[in-house]
């Protein structure tokens, strides 16, 4: 069963420092991988996601995730963060033939930006 | 565009109370799936509907019904709710291909009491 594990519950960052979140997944075969992003009182929106080729993938936002196969990560970075990026982070993975149709979360990110 | 839309915003049951939670997505999306958000666990899959008439169990399906009569609507209900059943529920769409991503409702909040 796929699986994905984020160990930061939390991270507090200053404006205009740079963010990275962790996410690691448990996959057997090609995973599909992607983080959302989730504002208060809001629904996810898609940051980026990861099928293949490159493994560096841009988002919106400014966010960039790369993937690395072999420590089966694929964390987000931000170079400099804006007060508005206080939100909580979700990365998810997929099934290879209906990626997005069961995806599997992790339990979250929520980021704190400090003035 | 109104996206997926999700009614009510915010629920509070007793237990035992039944009730729908409703989703209507205007993106003739043909897939649609029923999430709950709780603290640290992130999203678990409750229900999927790959299509109108078609409609699988997820990953946390007990407690919970679903029926897909149109490809706009997909509303999850719960039969006699419990505590357990608090949570952050989010409805979400994507069309078929491979690489479409999942949109999102703004979810609703439901305490049972």
């Known amino acids: 069963a796929q699986s994905v594990t984020q160990p930061d519950i939390h991270i507090t960052v200053s404006e205009g420092a740079s963010l990275e979140l962790r996410c690691n997944y448990s996959y057997g075969a090609t995973p599909y991988l992607f983080w959302y992003v989730q504002s208060p009182g809001q629904g996810l929106q898609l940051l980026l996601k990861?099928?293949?080729?490159?493994?560096l993938v841009q988002g919106i936002k400014g966010f960039e995730a790369e993937f690395k196969r072999s420590q089966s990560s694929f964390n987000l970075r931000k170079p400099s963060v804006h007060w508005s990026d206080a939100a909580e982070y979700f990365c998810a993975v997929g099934a290879s033939k209906a990626a997005g149709n069961k995806l599997t979360f992790g339990g979250g990110t929520r980021v704190l930006v400090k003035p | 565009n109104a996206g997926v839309t999700q009614t009510p915003k915010f629920q509070v049951l007793k237990t035992g109370q039944s009730m729908t939670l409703q989703c209507a997505q205007d993106m003739n999306h043909e897939y649609m799936s029923w999430y709950r958000q709780d603290p640290g666990m992130g999203l678990r899959l409750i229900h999927y509907?790959?299509?109108?008439?078609?409609?699988d169990q997820g990953e946390v399906p007990n407690g919970y019904n679903v029926s897909r009569s149109t490809t706009e609507d997909f509303p999850l209900r719960l039969l006699s709710a419990a505590p357990s059943q608090t949570s952050v529920y989010f409805c979400?769409?994507?069309?078929?291909?491979?690489?479409?991503?999942?949109?999102f409702g703004n979810g609703t909040r439901l305490t049972v009491t």
């Open positions: 509907s790959v299509g109108a008439g078609i409609t």
């Open positions: 979400a769409s994507r069309q078929t291909g491979r690489n479409s991503p999942l949109h």
């Open positions: 990861y099928f293949s080729g490159d493994t």
